[in-house]
């Protein structure tokens, strides 16, 4: 097929244009290269782990950086970059050893290059997204919200080789939160020496398992090995290319001609080829995880400023005919916290009932003072998956409640500004857990004014719910906090659950030592490509 041809020929030009592994005649043949081959079509943003916020940036982060901590092969959280720990009685004092290691630029490693990275993130001027990640620590929130200072920051490297870290209260899942980027440490010297640092592969000093050798912007990147990496002896790929096509049908095109390793998530939508997957059922991998997709109401604007319209429009959606329209393995979803981590036994919701959302409409509108609703807009960035939900969504709205919606299609990092600064009605978003605990879903939307809100909702019971399961020991009291809580979040619907995640990706059968875990990040510091 001509589609077939352009599809070969165009990842020919994104990766040079030319076929690796020929030696010349007379010459021994070198070693071939170890390359793992894949796509972004989720464009990279950032590689600086202090104020990525999507996961192509984290994952991409993960790959170059590495924190205290790391999920293993076992799915357990290991020592990484701290060669070990201990915790105080109370659980509220952790102090770490940093092993001997070094950043790729041939720098070493040291506990000052943690304390800087984490009240650099949390510094207002950095204007980080995840900087309430670090608020378990110690006059973190104070710092970040600029009624502190950065020395009452509860961390502090005593010498080189030693961080001590002071937390508020006991955080059981404190170890998993030193393997999140934000955690990551940075190279003091390289940040400070250019602020652009971040977008140059010259100035990018990392110090986990790869490096990044090309970064093109939306046409090419390429991650080396790293051989100053303390563990470099388990990396076994030398090389990972990825192309950067928006286009689904290309990807899939490029993985059936043998030009991609991998096709779909975690770094693109693709159409699932089911005709391949019946062929050779080893390549199609689905992967339960801990991440919910829904609807964000933009609560500040009329009409979606009433509690009853927001109701409305998600009791009338009808989940599972669109879970069926992806052709996607995901779960209805009618609670926010997904099943790995669920906080009650069932939904806070009736999902697809019509009757009471045409009440909930007429009675919001009456309340609001609403004769005729205002033209309604759904704002996506680019994705199949993206703009198929989006229709069906839009034709649900229109049969069941009248409601004539316009779809508004943006490159991802404008919808995330746009999204950022309130410019929107209804935005489309997913939120993939940082560490597998409901407190991670829930407290996004503890702050009107938090990094990832952007709602413009906050509730004050909400709020000292969530304050009150950070102090509550009794697993099960705290649980039920938190379920008290989410019962809020689903009465008061500033955002609409649409379904819990499970990824899907086609993995050609060489590609071992995949640790996908179940918050959906991808790992490739055990990757290697079997002959």
Same mark, same amino acid.
């Given at each position: 097929?001509?589609?077939?041809?352009?599809?070969?020929?165009?990842?020919?030009?994104?990766?040079?244009?030319?076929?690796?592994?020929?030696?010349?005649?007379?010459?021994?043949?070198?070693?071939?290269?170890?390359?793992?081959?894949?796509?972004?079509?989720?464009?990279?943003?950032?590689?600086?782990?202090?104020?990525?916020?999507?996961?192509?940036?984290?994952?991409?982060?993960?790959?170059?950086?590495?924190?205290?901590?790391?999920?293993?092969?076992?799915?357990?959280?290991?020592?990484?970059?701290?060669?070990?720990?201990?915790?105080?009685?109370?659980?509220?004092?952790?102090?770490?050893?940093?092993?001997?290691?070094?950043?790729?630029?041939?720098?070493?490693?040291?506990?000052? $290059?943690?304390?800087?990275?984490?009240?650099?993130?949390?510094?207002?001027?950095?204007?980080?997204?995840?900087?309430?990640?670090?608020?378990?620590?110690?006059?973190?929130?104070?710092?970040?919200?600029?009624?502190?200072?950065?020395?009452?920051?509860?961390?502090?490297?005593?010498?080189?080789?030693?961080?001590?870290?002071?937390?508020?209260?006991?955080?059981?899942?404190?170890?998993?939160?030193?393997?999140?980027?934000?955690?990551?440490?940075?190279?003091?010297?390289?940040?400070?020496?250019?602020?652009?640092?971040?977008?140059?592969?010259?100035?990018?000093?990392?110090?986990?398992?790869?490096?990044?050798?090309?970064?093109?912007?939306?046409?090419?990147?390429?991650?080396?090995?790293?051989?100053?990496?303390?563990?470099?002896?388990?990396?076994?790929?030398?090389?990972?290319?990825?192309?950067?096509?928006?286009?689904?049908?290309?990807?899939?095109?490029?993985?059936?001609?043998?030009?991609? $390793?991998?096709?779909?998530?975690?770094?693109?939508?693709?159409?699932?080829?089911?005709?391949?997957?019946?062929?050779?059922?080893?390549?199609?991998?689905?992967?339960?995880?801990?991440?919910?997709?829904?609807?964000?109401?933009?609560?500040?604007?009329?009409?979606?400023?009433?509690?009853?319209?927001?109701?409305?429009?998600?009791?009338?959606?009808?989940?599972?005919?669109?879970?069926?329209?992806?052709?996607?393995?995901?779960?209805?979803?009618?609670?926010?916290?997904?099943?790995?981590?669920?906080?009650?036994?069932?939904?806070?919701?009736?999902?697809?009932?019509?009757?009471?959302?045409?009440?909930?409409?007429?009675?919001?509108?009456?309340?609001?003072?609403?004769?005729?609703?205002?033209?309604?807009?759904?704002?996506?960035?680019?994705?199949?998956?993206?703009?198929?939900?989006?229709?069906?969504?839009?034709?649900?709205?229109?049969?069941?409640?009248?409601?004539?919606?316009?779809?508004?299609?943006?490159?991802?990092?404008?919808?995330?500004?746009?999204?950022?600064?309130?410019?929107?009605?209804?935005?489309?978003?997913?939120?993939?857990?940082?560490?597998?605990?409901?407190?991670?879903?829930?407290?996004?939307?503890?702050?009107?004014?938090?990094?990832?809100?952007?709602?413009?909702?906050?509730?004050?019971?909400?709020?000292?719910?969530?304050?009150?399961?950070?102090?509550?020991?009794?697993?099960?009291?705290?649980?039920?906090?938190?379920?008290?809580?989410?019962?809020?979040?689903?009465?008061?619907?500033?955002?609409?659950?649409?379904?819990?995640?499970?990824?899907?990706?086609?993995?050609?059968?060489?590609?071992?030592?995949?640790?996908?875990?179940?918050?959906?990040?991808?790992?490739?510091?055990?990757?290697?490509?079997?002959?």
């Amino acid at each position: 097929m001509k589609k077939n041809v352009f599809a070969a020929a165009f990842a020919m030009l994104l990766l040079g244009g030319s076929l690796a592994g020929y030696a010349e005649v007379g010459q021994a043949a070198e070693p071939k290269a170890k390359v793992l081959r894949m796509n972004l079509s989720f464009h990279l943003l950032t590689v600086d782990p202090g104020i990525a916020e999507d996961t192509t940036s984290a994952t991409i982060s993960r790959a170059i950086f590495e924190g205290l901590t790391r999920l293993d092969k076992d799915g357990k959280i290991h020592a990484a970059a701290a060669e070990s720990y201990t915790v105080s009685a109370d659980g509220k004092t952790y102090t770490f050893k940093i092993r001997p290691a070094k950043w790729s630029n041939g720098d070493p490693v040291t506990a000052h $290059d943690f304390e800087y990275a984490w009240k650099r993130a949390l510094s207002p001027k950095t204007a980080s997204g995840y900087a309430y990640q670090l608020y378990y620590i110690k006059g973190a929130e104070a710092y970040n919200k600029g009624t502190g200072t950065a020395s009452d920051v509860g961390v502090k490297a005593v010498d080189a080789k030693t961080l001590v870290v002071e937390l508020t209260n006991p955080t059981p899942f404190f170890t998993e939160l030193t393997a999140f980027h934000t955690y990551y440490p940075l190279n003091k010297k390289v940040v400070e020496a250019d602020k652009e640092w971040a977008s140059n592969p010259k100035t990018i000093v990392g110090n986990g398992p790869f490096q990044i050798e090309t970064w093109k912007p939306k046409q090419q990147l390429v991650l080396t090995k790293n051989q100053n990496y303390w563990d470099k002896q388990h990396v076994k790929l030398d090389k990972i290319e990825f192309s950067m096509i928006d286009d689904g049908y290309i990807e899939l095109e490029m993985f059936r001609n043998g030009d991609l $390793d991998w096709a779909g998530a975690p770094f693109s939508d693709v159409p699932m080829d089911f005709e391949l997957a019946s062929e050779s059922p080893a390549l199609f991998h689905t992967h339960p995880i801990a991440g919910t997709y829904f609807y964000r109401f933009n609560t500040e604007q009329a009409p979606f400023h009433n509690a009853k319209i927001r109701k409305a429009f998600a009791y009338a959606l009808d989940r599972q005919a669109l879970v069926e329209a992806m052709t996607a393995n995901n779960l209805p979803a009618t609670g926010f916290v997904p099943p790995t981590m669920a906080v009650s036994s069932g939904g806070y919701f009736t999902d697809n009932d019509t009757e009471a959302a045409k009440k909930l409409l007429q009675e919001g509108m009456k309340e609001a003072g609403i004769a005729k609703l205002p033209p309604i807009t759904i704002t996506y960035n680019t994705g199949i998956a993206h703009k198929v939900i989006a229709e069906e969504i839009r034709d649900q709205w229109k049969k069941k409640l009248g409601v004539d919606v316009k779809l508004e299609n943006k490159e991802w990092r404008a919808f995330l500004e746009d999204v950022h600064q309130g410019k929107y009605q209804i935005s489309r978003m997913g939120w993939l857990g940082d560490f597998n605990d409901p407190f991670n879903f829930l407290e996004m939307f503890k702050d009107k004014n938090g990094g990832n809100n952007d709602t413009g909702w906050e509730h004050p019971k909400y709020k000292e719910l969530l304050n009150q399961s950070a102090l509550e020991q009794d697993p099960e009291k705290r649980k039920a906090l938190l379920a008290q809580a989410e019962q809020i979040l689903m009465d008061e619907m500033p955002i609409m659950p649409i379904y819990y995640y499970a990824q899907s990706w086609l993995q050609n059968e060489k590609v071992d030592g995949v640790i996908l875990d179940g918050l959906g990040m991808l790992d490739f510091k055990y990757i290697e490509i079997k002959p």
